[in-house]
Every structure is written in C-alpha cells, then in structure tokens.
C-alpha cells in the first residue's frame, strides 16, 4: 500500500509530528497521501482534510508487540498501511489475521465498550495508521465474516439506545447468531446491571427474534458455554500473578453478565418465557451453576441473588399454571371458567367427533396432537367392524365441503372452521359424509342476543373477552404465523389462531344477526351493530369494531339498500366514519393514525400487524452468505414491539382480567351462534330483497 503512497519518509515525519505542530503545507500533503489510501476512498473530502489533522502513525518493530489487550479502554481506530497483525479472543485464541489496508478498534468506539480483542503484531515491522472514520465495522474469525456493522445516520437529537444522539451511530446489520450474542454480552449487558427495568432496544431485539435464526435450546447452550468459558492462557499473558487476577474478574464478569441476560430475557418475555420448556428448564440448570460457583468465586453474591430473582419469577409462574384454568375451546364454544385470570395458552380442548351415522362422542385433546394420534385415540369409540380398517378424519364444512385432514396436522380445534363439524370414518365413506341442515348456525326465530342486552353492555361484555384472548396471546406466536410453522418444530399454534377464529366469527355474526332478525326488526339490529361498533373503538376492541365493520359490508348485508335507508342519517354517517378507518390507502394511515392517538391497554387489529409481519418477511431475506440478516430482526422487532405495546402495563388490565364472576351477557357473547356459508348467507338476503332482474 505504501509503494502507492511514494516517498514515505517524508509522511512518516509529518505524521509523527504533534497534529497541531503540522503546517498548512505539511497538512495538504498528508491530504494528498490519504487520497491514495483505499480504505479511506469512501470519506469525504471534508473528512479527509480532517483526518489529516488528526491522524498519527506508529511503527512497531517486534513481531508479538501487543498493541492493546482486550478489556482496555479504547480510545482510537487504527488502519494498517504495512505489516499484520492477529485478533485474539480469551477463550478462543487467535481468531484472524489483519493486513494492509485493513482496520480495527472501531468497536469499542462504537458501542461505548472495553477493546473486544487483543492486538498482536504478527510480522516485524508494521505501520498503522490511527484514528481513521469508516462506515462499515467488519469482524472476521477464521477468514469467515462474523458480524457486520453500519454507520447509521440519525436525525439530530433523536433518542437512540436511550440517550440523546448526535448525528450518527452504529447498528449490527448482519452476523453469526452466536457472534451477535457475545456483541450482546460484551457491548449491551454492563450498562443493564443496575437497571434491568427496561431493556436495551438491541438487546430486546435480539431476545424477541431469535427463534427465528437460533432456536431456544441452542441459545441456552450458547450462554452455558459462555459463563463457564475460561480465558486461556497464550503466550501473550505471560503467567504471571498479576494475569491470574486478572483472570478472576474476567471470569466473574462472563458469570455476571449471562445471569444479567437471563434476567433481563426473562423480564421481556414475562410468563411466556417460562413456557418454553428449554428456557424454564435452563433457569435450574443456571441455577446450579451459580449456587456451585458462589461457593469458591469471591464477588458471586449479587450474581447469585439476581438467580434466585429468577428462580422465584419461575416458581410463582409455575404456581399460577397450575392453579388457574386456561381459556379453552369446549366443543367448539370458548368454555366458561369459573376461576380468575388466565393469560395461559390453551393446551387442550373438548372435541366433538361424529360418525358417518352422524351419531357422537366427545373427546378431550392435547392441542400439540397430531390428527394421526387423535384417529387412534377415536378407535375405541368406532364400531367393532370398522375400527381395524384405516380411519381418517374429515371436516364437513357449513357449506357440504369435506376436507380429509393430514396425518402430521396439529391444533385441531382452531383449524376448524366456524360451524364445520369433524368425522372419524374409513376413508370409502368420505364422499357420503354431511351434515344435517338445522345444525348449521342460530335458528332463524331463536331469541338474539341483541334482543336481550343493550349495545353499551355488549360492547363492554366483547371487550372484556377480546383483551383476554388477546392477553393470552404470545407475541413470538406472530412469528411463527408469518414464516411457516415447519420453520418452529415443537410450536404449538394456540391462542393467536384462537383470537383470528374468534375475529372471523365476530364477522360472521354481524352478518348473521342483521340476515336472521324478522323484518320488522332488521333496521333496530343493525342499527344496534353499529353502535356496539361505535363503543368498541371507544373502549379499545378494535378487533370487534372492524369484524362489525367488515361483517356488515358483506355483501350479503351490504346489498340490502331498503333496510340501509332506513338507517336515521346520523347512524349512517357515524358507520362511514367507522368504516373509513379500514380505508387501505396511504397504509392504511386512518388506521395507524387511530392507534397512535389510542392509550393502551388495547385489541389491535391483528390481521394488518401480521400483514406488516408478512411483507417484511416476503421483501428481506433471512440470512446473507450464512450471516443473519439483523436488520431484517430490527424491523420485525419492531412489530412485535408495537404488538406487546398494546397489551401495556399491568395497571388497568388486571381490573378486566381478574374478575371472577362473568355476568350471562359474558356467556352470551362467548357463545355467538353464526351461519359461516357464504352461499346460505346470500340466499337469506335474496329472499330479504330479491335480486333486481
Ligand atoms: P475493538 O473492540 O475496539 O478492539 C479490538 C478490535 O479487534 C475490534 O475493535 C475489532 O476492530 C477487531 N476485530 C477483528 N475481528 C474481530 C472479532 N472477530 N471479534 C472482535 N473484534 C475483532
């Protein structure tokens, strides 16, 4: 590199100089050289002249010279104009070589840290330039990248990580799951150890991604590995006393920092966090260690009672599963409980199962089994000559369509279909399988259950019912939903399914609703729909508000002009109001611009917060040449950020969730009946108002 620069000893004089001894003339020329030097090519002129000012040279004779050990401060960056040097890691040894042209110690500039590797000098003669700008801060091990960073520019006086920032800052844009979780460790746990009340915004994007490019079980050995590494000793630390206490407190710090994380993993996922068999478990396992270490390493106290935090944070969770009942679907009605809360995922179900000679049996099902397991477990209930033959099972839709389900299917009871019914039956007898009309949704002249509460109450009744399903949703379930259940073995789809059955159903009862009331009461039903509409986005259902809205503008409802006109003006106005909120335009800005304004607790619409999931996911690619794509992570951090924000702080929502007496309206609306045969909902409203011909 330098044969570029030409006559060397001159620069070298210069630049050895006191930057404030330099002349203009000495300045312009150091300008010049720099001009040459590639990795700078992407700095601006103004930079450059900068640089020139402020850059020194050093130049290093011996080959194993060390120019900072890891843990030091850092104060400069360096680029290489001649020479090598080599990267070691404690507890891993060398990890790569640096030569000309490359640079390094921008890392602990960047995130405010101790230098994150030694230096050595690998040849004998090396000259290295400091303090140089980049834009991009790359970290090699054994020739492969490991973690990329970017320069990123913010607005002036934006808040970033927690504090009020200049201009620009740095961001980890891609890297090994592994690597970004010791940049975690290293960069984003020392500052959290007083304060784990809130969590780093990196940090939290970490721990609310990783399922997706580092499953929970990897993760937990990862920072197993981590806590127990021990530095070792090369040749570069000389054994001497000295090093050996230094020593100590880099392994206390290795202790100290995984518990931190734990803590503050727990502190993000909440109860959630414990349900993950690999997780809970790993918090005894972590335990263990700690308990064992506390008794020789001095300083593990505080460590120690940040692990037993946990380990109460686990026992109270494990005592309130136990305790509580979980909202469940009982054949296929969201079952009363007479217990309090529940922000528990549903793990099993009452299944209704026919036989082809439509005569029944109820069975109660684990949500994680296959439809596989649930044929054999309906075996003995099938008729001595056909339960050796091969069973399968069947959806008979409202509609007549049967679809066979797949032997590795899971979460029957969500996958249904609102009114669809479930057949075990040999396979010849799929094609006679139906259902029996009058089975299919409310009976016409049945009592409403808009005839019997008024929408004020109704409202507050969905409410209360939404916020708890919504509660007990797991923000990581949304994950699963965008990239495929294959990616997440072991996930069992539970109470997001549940919450997008129960929208869809809301749906279907607006519709319903308006399409069975007699004639004389149709215009008081819908007139009623639009009011419980009205006072859902007042109470924060934006899941009831936009099922009502969507639910009326079917077609079937939408068509029917005569009952529309004669709506009193004011209801008409105040449901285009409501229904301009769906308006698609400008992504959907009347939407966003609603819940911004909104205080949570509160219901969001689910289905667009999985459809920005989705084009997230659809327009960024995962990983990068084996490196995971981390900005990728941010933005749907981000979503789910949003997601969790909605369901808010515990003040407020526990006087909604831990009520323990449900009125009947509460039973009422858990329990909508709903016609979800598009083609039946149409020929109601063709006998309504017939078709102009
Ligand atoms: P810094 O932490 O300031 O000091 C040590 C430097 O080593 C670090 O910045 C990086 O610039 C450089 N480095 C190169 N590869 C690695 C790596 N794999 N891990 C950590 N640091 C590395």
Redo the contacts with the bound molecule.
Sequence with gaps: LLSTIGPDSLFRMILSKCPSERTPEELELVYEELLHVKALAHLSTMVKRELAAVIGIETHNNAGTVI?H?GDP?AC?YIILRGAVD?S?RGKGV??T?REGD???????V?E???????ILRDDEAQILRDVEANT?R???HGQD??VLEKVFTPRGAVVQGRQESHCTYSVMAGLAE?MLEYLLETRIDAQEEDVTSVNPTLQDFLLTHPIYMPTNILCNSLKKYYTRHPMVTSIFPSTDVVIQEDTEQILTAKRRVVTFVALWVKTLGLHYFLDPSANSFIEELYCCVLEDAQTLPGMSPVLSRMKSCREARDRVMLSLSRHSQIVLDCGVYAPTSTAPHCLPIDTCRQVFRHPDASTFVLTVRMDKRVADVIEMCRPHIRSSASQEMLVLTEVKSNGERLVLAPNDISLPTMLTLNGKLFVSAREEVDHLMVHDGENGPIPSGTSVLDLYGSAELATQLGFFHMELFHATNELETIAQVFGRDAFPGHIPSNLDLLLRRFNEVQYWATTEVLVSPAPKRVQSLRKLIKIAHYSKQQGDLLSLFAIVLGLSNVAVSRLSMTWEKLPSRVKRMFSELESLLDPTRNHRAYRSLIAKMQPPFVPFIPLLLKDLTFIHEGNKTFFNGLVNFEKMHMIANVIRTFKECKASASGVTGILHRDEKPDSQLHIRNLRVIDDQRRLLEMSYLIEPKMS
């Design positions: 900072f890891q850092g960056w990267v890691i990890v790569c640096l640079d390094f110690g921008k890392l602990a500039l995130n840290s101790k230098r994150a590797a030694t230096i801060v970290l090699k091990e490991v973690l690597k």
